[in-house]
């Protein structure tokens, strides 16, 4: 039986009440797991393994059913109103599909979804559908989320000049903050703020641009090691760094 969860408390049914590990947990307890096992997901899409996607996505599964497992024994929710409730969204949120609205091309089925979404959450202004976008995600993501959101609204530049503009500008007191003249920290969102703002009117992800700078990092760091010869990093000048690490950039092309 594939689903033997459902006979016993937990997946170890062989154990006399599951398994004293599984007993222990709490949604709060297991919450990090959900996140590294999406992420975990998310690498395999990126590397373009199906056997690893495959693997991967069975455990974000069974983080699914660990936590309604859990609620179903506080007596909150099964594992099955879970399953009725995204089919009872999805109907919901694609009128065009299951009811007579029309959709001519996938912008209007998303402008549908986006309306549904609002309707289903009471949210009235656009004030409130930025309020209700997760704060738990990835700050570079929740920044592209809340851009997109503010402009359904209106609230935004008609292209890409004005942003690159306010990146300069933000580059500037990001540098006066540095002196001394203002907050660091808040002056560095708001610069990793505006460049998100010009990434989207590039239609980049700012998300998988650093996830892909930070490969690069590693790739020429590797390299400027390897140019090194066995030269302890730490003992070299900085001119001597910044040579190897030209030359690493210029065998990559």
Request: with cysteine; glycine share 6%; hydrophobic share 40%.
């Amino acid at each position: 039986m594939a689903w033997r969860i459902w006979s016993g408390s937990w997946l170890c049914c062989a154990h006399p009440g599951g398994c004293p590990w599984d007993r222990e947990q709490t949604h709060e307890s297991i919450r990090r797991n959900m996140l590294e096992e999406a992420y975990e997901a998310a690498e395999a899409i990126d590397k373009k393994n199906p056997e690893h996607l495959k693997e991967e996505l069975g455990d974000v599964l069974l983080q699914v059913v660990f936590h309604a497992q859990m609620a179903k024994e506080e007596g909150l929710f099964t594992f099955q109103d879970v399953v009725d409730g995204v089919a009872k969204k999805m109907v919901f949120r694609h009128p065009h599909v299951f009811g007579t609205v029309q959709a001519e091309d996938s912008d209007q089925a998303l402008e549908t979804w986006d309306a549904q979404k609002r309707q289903e959450k009471h949210q009235r202004t656009a004030g409130d559908t930025l309020d209700a976008v997760a704060r738990s995600l990835p700050a570079l993501i929740r920044a592209e989320k809340l851009q997109d959101k503010a402009r359904k609204a209106g609230f935004d530049w008609p292209d890409l000049a004005p942003a690159l503009d306010k990146l300069d500008e933000e580059v500037g007191e990001l540098r006066r903050a540095a002196q001394g003249d203002g907050d660091p920290q808040e002056e560095l969102g708001d610069l990793l703020f505006a460049a998100v703002k010009a990434g989207r009117f590039l239609h980049v992800d700012s998300e998988q641009a650093l996830t892909q700078a930070c490969e690069k990092f590693i790739r020429r760091f590797r390299a400027v090691e390897r140019l090194a010869q066995g030269e302890s990093l730490d003992q070299m000048e900085l001119a001597q760094l910044e040579e190897l690490w030209a030359r690493a950039k210029q065998q990559e092309g």
